[in-house]
T-cell receptor, first 112, second 112 residues
Framework: KQEVTQIPAALSVPEGENLVLNCSFTDSAIYNLQWFRQDPGKGLTSLLLIQSSQREQTSGRLNASLDKSSGRSTLYIAASQPGDSATYLC???????????FGKGTKLTVNP | NAGVTQTPKFQVLKTGQSMTLQCAQDMNHEYMSWYRQDPGMGLRLIHY???????DQGEVPNGYNVSRSTTEDFPLRLLSAAPSQTSVYFC???????????FGSGTRLTVV
């Protein structure tokens, strides 16, 4: 059974800092991994989708990497801003199915 | 495009009442899923569908029913509401296996 862990559970940084959020998983037989952002009381917004054949994906100040062999993905946020404050979730499929398994998220606070 | 639309946004039920949470998508996505999000538990899969007429159970299916008569709609029925079903419910859809998911904005349900 796929298990997903996100460390740290919470992170507080000053504005402008570069930061890394971590996601680890137990079953490396995946075909993709998706990073989401969730603002308080809101739904999930997809940030990046990495296919198993890819090593990384970039969107603006965000860069996500995937290392299947070690069961890890990282989300790098450059030059953080207060508007980046949110909970970040990673999700990947259970086995070869469409059943997504989520980590419990990292709550990020960027202080002005 | 409206994406994934969930209604209602908020609902209060009495124990034993039944109701249907609506989910509709206009992206011609084959895959649709229902998740619940609880503090400390993260997001857990309730039911999912890989196409019209095809549904299957997720991690926490008890107390919920689904059907998929059209590609666009995937309603979630609570048969007899219990306080343990107090949660935030999210519907999600995907075009195909590995294409990544789009989430609705959620329904916040309270059972008293």
């Amino acid at each position: 059974k796929q298990e997903v862990t996100q460390i740290p559970a919470a992170l507080s940084v000053p504005e402008g800092e570069n930061l890394v959020l971590n996601c680890s998983f137990t079953d490396s037989a995946i075909y993709n991994l998706q990073w989401f952002r969730q603002d308080p009381g809101k739904g999930l917004t997809s940030l990046l989708l990495i296919q198993s054949s890819q090593r990384e994906q970039t969107s603006g100040r965000l860069n996500a990497s995937l290392d299947k062999s070690s069961g890890r993905s990282t989300l790098y946020i450059a030059a953080s801003q207060p508007g980046d404050s949110a909970t970040y979730l990673c999700a990947l499929p259970q086995g070869g199915s469409e059943k997504l398994v989520f980590g419990k998220g990292t709550k990020l606070t960027v202080n002005p | 495009n409206a994406g994934v639309t969930q209604t209602p946004k908020f609902q209060v039920l009495k124990t034993g009442q039944s109701m249907t949470l609506q989910c509709a998508q206009d992206m011609n996505h084959e895959y649709m899923s229902w998740y619940r999000q609880d503090p400390g538990m993260g997001l857990r899969l309730i039911h999912y569908s890989v196409g019209a007429g095809i549904t299957d159970q997720g991690e926490v299916p008890n107390g919920y029913n689904v059907s998929r008569s059209t590609t666009e709609d995937f309603p979630l029925r609570l048969l007899s509401a219990a306080p343990s079903q107090t949660s935030v419910y999210f519907c999600a859809s995907s075009y195909t296996l590995g294409a990544g998911y789009t989430f609705g904005s959620g329904t916040r349900l309270t059972v008293v």
